[in-house]
């Protein structure tokens, strides 16, 4: 067999690919080759080290939906064959911090209702009905990805299923939370979580609220060892199997012949780089769609859709703050849950002031402290994430990182002292236990993972992305297809889900997805 040539090649090693990888080296027993841009597989799963002892995950901080017993924890286990271990996050999980109220995310939804009801009593029954309506909109938005996946031929029946909740779905968060809400304090409280999905209540679905809601009303978990060990075990799944990764390969074209994908142009290797070809049947790309179409595909082809995806609004981009601390933040203040701390309940407006950040004002900020998650770890780090806009970074963009100025340093040091002081005024003595830190900004992701503009969150989930045809997981070029984010939302679980999805699409047998959860239930019972 010539080593150039797979059964299938996957373009990029984020969570969807790997998960693609695993059910088509296990399932289909294919030949599967992972080529990665980066030296580390992973995508956000990835993980790094400062000073030789703390450690941080770029992009998982808790995980929802892990219950032992639960489809997601199934399907994690069979994919990475067992590997993965998860640690269970503290009651309660996450703590939203305002300048009158702190309110405590507690695990269960009962409890999340009667804590609510409690604080705000005015407003019970609009509660109740937001809880049947978390459900709904959350089930419509399942029912949405299924029937984005299946074959066009069945299109009509699918659209008659979605049709209905759609109206409820579909409407922005904000809409929602003002037609059924008085208290102003009780709104921003429910979509306290939105950094999770990168959109204000004015911009974001009803459906991807409904949907992070649903995914962490029962506590959260992290990976043992830290995210990395994602990458890990399911590349050793895959490695058993036949299957090869390739890091230091970054992809610069799919090859298209007669409208069929049939390999890819590479560019390998850190320093001594040299061009190589792969080809294979089918090509499943876990880039995104903007880069899919615009940068992968020759701009010969005739893609009916470029400009729209061109035009589409840009996703968010973001900060982290990754901080060592040379004291145990246990004995302080923290057991290992997160912090959402905002200076103001109208988050549209912290999200429209986010670029004062740049200029040394914070106004919100996510906290986590992964080695508190993790039982594994001696030395103690935690993490800041807020938001801010892509342009103020751009002029820096196509420079590598020795060769950015004093200017974009200081700028970094500016964000990052902001971003401590914001912190520290909430949770007393921060400071103090800070022995290193090191701001990562938008041009950080986009030279680690290739994501335009340095987005983490895919396309956002505003209510135009429902309308796009060129989100589905099945391209207008044969063989090849998407998986991720773009093709689901933002999150481990929901790219995971991606990437089985996309597998059996692949193979032509969408309807594996019900083996494929059997056989993961039998791999859980071994």
Sequence with gaps: MEKNIFDVIIIGSGIGGLASASILSQVYHKRVLVLERHSKLGGYTQTFKRKAKYQWDVGVHYVGQMQPDSPTRLYFNYISGGQLHWNKMPNPYDIFIYPDITFEAKVGRENLLSDLMTQFPTEKDALKQYFKDIEKAASWYSKYIIGNSIPKIVKPVTNIITRSGSAL?????????????????????????????????????????????KHYINGGWYPVGGAQNIAEGIAGVVENAGGQFLKSHRVDEIIIHKNKAIGVRVTAGQKEKRQEEFFADKIISNVGAYNTFINLIPAKFDIPFREDITNFPKCTSNVSLFIGLNGDPHLSWVNGENYWIYNSFDHNKTFHSRNDLLDGKANHAFVSFPSLKDPDK????????????????????????????????????????????????????????????????????????????????????????????????????????LTGADTTMNGVIPSMMSGILSASLAMGRPQDMIKIYRLAKQFNKI
Excluded: M
Excluded at 182 to 195: A, T
């Design 169 to 213: 779905a579909l409407q922005t968060t904000k809409n929602y939370l003002d037609n059924h809400f008085r208290d102003k304090w009780l709104k921003g409280i429910l979509v306290s979580q939105w950094g999770d999905y990168g959109l204000p209540p004015a911009l974001s679905t009803f459906c991807t609220h409904a949907s992070i809601v």
């Design 378 to 481: 001696e030395h103690h780090t935690a993490e800041i994430i807020a938001f801010t806009g892509y342009g103020a970074f751009k002029q820096w963009a196509n420079q590598p990182v020795k060769n950015r100025n004093e200017d974009y340093n200081a700028l970094k040091e500016r964000i990052a002292k902001a971003l401590i002081d914001f912190v520290n005024a909430s949770l007393p003595n921060f400071k103090q236990l800070i022995d290193y830190y090191e701001l990562g900004t938008p041009l950080t992701n986009e030279h680690y993972t290739g994501h335009h503009r340095g987005c983490s969150y895919g396309l956002p989930g505003i209510p135009e992305r429902f309308q796009k045809q060129w989100l589905r997981p099945k391209t207008l070029i044969k063989n090849l297809y």
